[in-house]
Nanobody
Framework: QVQLVESGGGLVQPGGSLRLSCVAS????????MGWYRQAPGKQRELVAAITGSGSTDFADFVKGRFTIARDNAKNTVDLQMNNLKPEDTAVYYC???????????????WGQGTQVTVSS
């Protein structure tokens, strides 16, 4: 099995910064894509940013220019640096990985438990 554990959420004032980290562990053969999603109350979960094993990235329009994503393939970690945070960034942020486990050829989505980010003065 695969586990994803996030850290780094919290309360920050508008314009401030936070860094979220996620580490994947377990019977991992490879992780094709790692990323971050978020879900605000009453809204659907949405993609924030993703990064492939080769370093290609994708960002939601609402975070372009403010957030960056980085990955360490050797450590199975992915970080989300969030700058110039806005109240509308308030949400639970989830780490996601498209993972192939040892002994299989199929990949599947793995999710962390989520970490709360609150942007408020």
């Amino acid at each position: 099995q695969v586990q994803l554990v996030e850290s780094g959420g919290g309360l920050v004032q508008p314009g401030g910064s936070l860094r979220l980290s996620c580490v994947a562990s377990g019977s991992i053969a490879s992780i094709y894509v790692m990323g971050w999603y978020r879900q605000a109350p009453g809204k659907q979960r949405e993609l924030v940013a993703a990064i492939t094993g080769s370093g290609s990235t994708d960002f939601a329009d609402f975070v372009k220019g403010r957030f960056t994503i980085a990955r360490d393939n050797a450590k199975n970690t992915v970080d989300l640096q969030m700058n110039n945070l806005k109240p509308e960034d308030t949400a639970v942020y989830y780490c996601n990985g498209l993972v192939r486990t040892v002994g299989t050829l199929k990949s599947s989505n793995a999710w962390g438990q989520g970490t709360q980010v609150t942007v408020s003065s």
